[in-house]
């Protein structure tokens, strides 16, 4: 029984409340009904596959991110501001790294911690990118590469969200093409076991409010690929800075920024020590892009149940609700079929992935896939509500500028193409 | 143990045999190979979710119809051709009727069954529809609601193939929209116990060879829709007439024709005692559907596998491989992820199913989205062929022709979408 | 010779100018090169359609539009702001109510007015908007049925920009259905020769910043639609407000918002005389959605020219540009070829409204069609941009989003599909 | 005055008459009611832009077509059968070369011609192909390339359809890079002032019936391309053989085959002077992919046509026609949109060849987007006939498979795409 069901939350009144405009409970979350019927929350009865400690997480995940971060999303997104509260209450319910054994994390299957990803991205992919990087990134480079020593240190004060960790891999010149970053670290001239880190990253989550940021860069001695903990209490004054970027067109409740290294110094204890080359920025990804995965589901499921609510209340010519005409109906059933769709094949791939047999391209297909029909259909919903989109206190538009960027984010669509054209064929197409 | 294993096929040699051209074989089917790499025949390893007898009795299957179905396949659709010694032969083998316990029939699971579905339409649509037919729709009507005396008569023989069975629902006048049929069954004015059916049935695969005909018929008495087993031995000459429809634009393989019934006598024991209304029809619907579901993806995989071989070895501009191309490598990518997705949808609704779990709605989806997502990729995949497609010894033009049929059969795809958008929204949008 | 060339503006060094980044001319719009080799920035020649006249007035137009628009859009965009001086500017060069002959209007032929949509919406949907509300709406509205005396009075300081006009038809539960409008005027009880209107508009462009509204109510007495011109100086305290619609998630530069009536008298001699039912609103909106149908191609074409400049900066992989991938060119194709379709369709509709001869349908089938293809094409194009659409300082993510509201403003796509179906059909099928 | 309208026939009582199912004429082609209306056949009003001749010559052709050749093309396609009297039918209209001025040719614009194409091909794309390779190829190749004795020998017996042209570019190793072609002609070593030619082509329309033969070959001496008249009359036994290429999946109703050349002398004479390398053939290839590009606007149209004609006939659900729901209505929305678009596209670009201002890739533009948006609908529409489509008796399955050659050949889609692209950003990306 992983340690997080006991800090399960109570139930609640109203495990859904959306904004004023519309009212209603759009969808439920909590319930557990069992598979017998047509449930258009869950249409292919995605339930069964659950395990009842994945339901409970689920549930959990689901009541803290409609109670807790729905109603503050809508003004957070206005204004780019990220609470950086919201990890720590993460952590006390026990969602950062879960799928961690050990180190205070929840140690849950693949399928479990996807689960909580799509519950955040429910309301938010920006609340959701602002975790995945905590957990599947900072986290995951630490855990899986880290020194015992650095696990120790960082692990469990992450967890709690007391650290905030970023991830710093993309840099302004080189971003489906990682391998020709520029970043390098070179041995510190004076200050002996010691590197010197230079270079910019851009689009880094978290990098304003990181305390410590993974940091991969290119030694110079060996021309190879490494990872270094950047700490931020450890960086004299002008060697590190983390300007935030502003007026963004997405992804605008978490915040983004650079990591500018000037000779940074960074001890040997920080750098990993046993990976080299783009197999540890890699590891690390594969992780979150499969978070990511079941997550954008979580925003296109929001935006169904937000349009049908939608069409089910507004009437047009003789009183009809929307809901009744044809061409809303084809909207709603493609919709909730590449939603069903998209949720096997992460699950699918969970599972494997817990069994150690998921290959990186079954997650390239899984993330391409569902973040283009996330995108795709949230697209096609939104026209459903017709101008009145045009308001943000009507969700859908915040979920379509938010998945353009899960679309193109930890591997453009396109990129993830020519991945699988690769595997398919044997043959790549990159140049 | 399922009888089925028992007369499992020794290996061959070259389990895949294509046409002269191309000659390579374009895709292994036996191959035990466990789930560990990624593997463009099954990117999200389905196989992991087969037990193995399911992979037995797909493997038997597959083996067949590459060795015994595939050398027949083009000139028989050339020639409009149906071979009846086809049925005996998967009789033989046990694939009729598979998933009907008892009567000689194998017993096997709902994923079973369709995975034999699927190893017929991957050679072509109109052999597994003309399978379809005999299995889900007339051996399945004569399980689900015939009389015991009336199952024990016809299924054992229909399960080897000797009896051929059709499926009399759809009328010229009455294609989406079954319940204004206008068949009718009235008692027959001289011999007591006995009806005499009288109408017309369009679009009936095996009709014209077939030896009995499930025929659905409005009781005049009631109104109500009643369930007929018509044999054509019984038949007095010119009440029955079941004339070939030719020149067909796809499904060239399988036999289509009517069903003419002129004041056609059946008895009453050949009425199905106890189902009335659209519930009988719907339910066989519901099966063969099922099956279509997973089938189609058989079709899709063969275009893929067709299209990566042709694409690796045809060369253009300077010696490259089409595969090299990244338009190339997209259609390939795409398609070979609609068909994981669509193979992972079907096996969930197969588990669901025997554990009657599955609702009509979840069928309409994988029916629906499975046919609209093979035929949208076998067009996209016949592209790479370029004007070589014309020729029908590639087969990609075969698999295209067939495909839009099983869109507009078994509940065109706009119907479906409907009926999904019915269950999502509570309100109907036919009329 | 229209009087809109007399005030055409000095030639000036650098027509266009983007923003810091990216820093390079990503189009000419002045040239006047012959049509004689191919121009990605208008493929199909359409330029060989335009007058003389024509083209200087375009020219004249995107000048002003590229140096006096475009430097201040994204601050505007950013803040919600509408500059009102903007429309005195436009008034200055004589692009308000260009089609117009007479009361200081320019005159020119449709074409001619819908280039001038052109090249604003080319900077920004909202910057076009704002004009085709005083343009076509407000000043068509006044001008096809306002009397002698209205006409007059308003009409040559609405073409000066120094009146700022709106129009009010669609209500909070009547978007696509005007039809069914709720606003009533009735007769003062008191006051003779004055009406009384009541009730509520919404997303009305500029209403916030209007002098003049036009406002259609159905008259109590009759139950028909009749348009009205409110003049705010005219209006008692409290009668009229027009809050603006805050945190739009689409045109942003324009302002938009409400119009509450409450009670508000009206004198006779400002309701439209000779106009009743929804001919008259149709009217106005017919011309103002042809300027869109041209409009949107403005913005299509910044969308390619910008994609198209950062696909020849942007280097990924060996240091090729993304403009030498496959994936990036068929992006860029489709694009032009749907803008050049569009353009000439447009073109070819602007003809026959010169000539008499368009109809309502047509203008319908070219407003449809380019906004869905502008909106779908550049939402394709983002996709070049990779994570950097995420700036604002890119420029498409702004279209994009300002599309989506084209499409759905005048006449949603799905309601213009319906109008041709049913003039395709001769059925309707609203409801 | 063109010689054509002087053998203009005599207007008849039925101008369309489809098969007996559906019996209804779906279309009218003779009308010259003015563009006043909204006419779902012409929706934007392309009459207007058409000169009387142009007018009357679409007349005269597509009544010829509608009378003569709709009759027979049914079993023409069923049986692989191409009737050689076809093309003396149309030389005695004057169809035939009819853009070529002198040589008994009309000398008729460029839309005009393919005013005559469209006609052709609104009854079949096969019975096009034939007249496209006779008129754009082999009579383009020898006006356009031949010395004057050539022109003056075969033109006129073209003209008349007494001699029918082939055309051999492509190759079976070179489709889409005809440039790698294999075939060579090499100095004779006896005969003085002879060339043998050696190679084979493939899919050559009317091959197996052609008189002469336009061959495209590399010339040994000088590995330059070069353009041969090979008169079948001439060529030793053994030299030429043309066989047919049968079991086609598209244009059946056309001939196709192959050219084997074993050495075949052909005279110096019967080379084509002044032009090498791919502008030749590139040349001729442009003035047929012209034709094209209209052409397919009237498969297009004939599909919209049928479709709407069986949407107002076939009722479903409580006696409403087809047409009454809106997921139909859609689809004819959008065909006929797609239909307009491209009809105006193709006018523009025709008037710019007659001006000489048309460059190839404007050419490839129109060619693709309307060969793309041909087939893409024609599949929509097909929908609309369910299973009855399956029925060759509905045409629409014909169109259908017609339509995908067209998007094939004469430069594949993606292939136009990369010269579309290449032309938009100077950056080529075949390889």
Known sequence: MSTLLLRRMQPTRALVHGRARPPQNVRTYASASPVSRFNWEDPLGSRNLLTE????????????????????????????????????????????????????????????????????????????????????????????????????????????????????LTEPNHGSDPGSMETVAREHPQKKGYYLLKGSKTWITNSPIADVLVVWAKLQETGKIRGFLVDRKQCPAGTLETPAIKNKTGLRASITGMIHLEDCPVSKENMFPDVEGLKGPFTCLNSARYGIALGVMGALEDCIARARAYALERRQFKGNPLAKYQLIQKKLADAATDAAYGTLAAIQVGRLKDEGKATPEMISMVKRQNCDKALHNARVLQEIFGGNAVSDEYMIGRHVANLYVTQTYEGQSDIHSLILGRAITGIQAFV
Do not use: W
């Open 53 to 168: 400690e994945e339901l409970a997480i689920s549930e959990t995940a689901e009541r803290y991110c409609q109670e807790r971060l729905l109603p503050r999303v809508l003004q957070a997104y206005r204004d780019e501001h990220y609470d950086p509260k919201i990890l720590q209450e993460m952590g006390d319910l026990g969602l950062l790294g879960a799928t961690i054994r050990g180190y205070g994390c929840a140690g849950v299957s693949a399928v479990a911690g996807a689960l909580i990803t799509r519950a955040v991205e429910r309301v938010d992919s920006g609340y959701r990118s602002s975790m995945s990087v905590q957990s599947s990134l900072a986290m995951g480079a630490i855990h899986d590469f880290g020194s015992k020593e650095l696990k120790e240190k960082y692990l469990p004060e992450m967890a709690k969200g007391n650290i905030t960790g970023a991830f710093g």
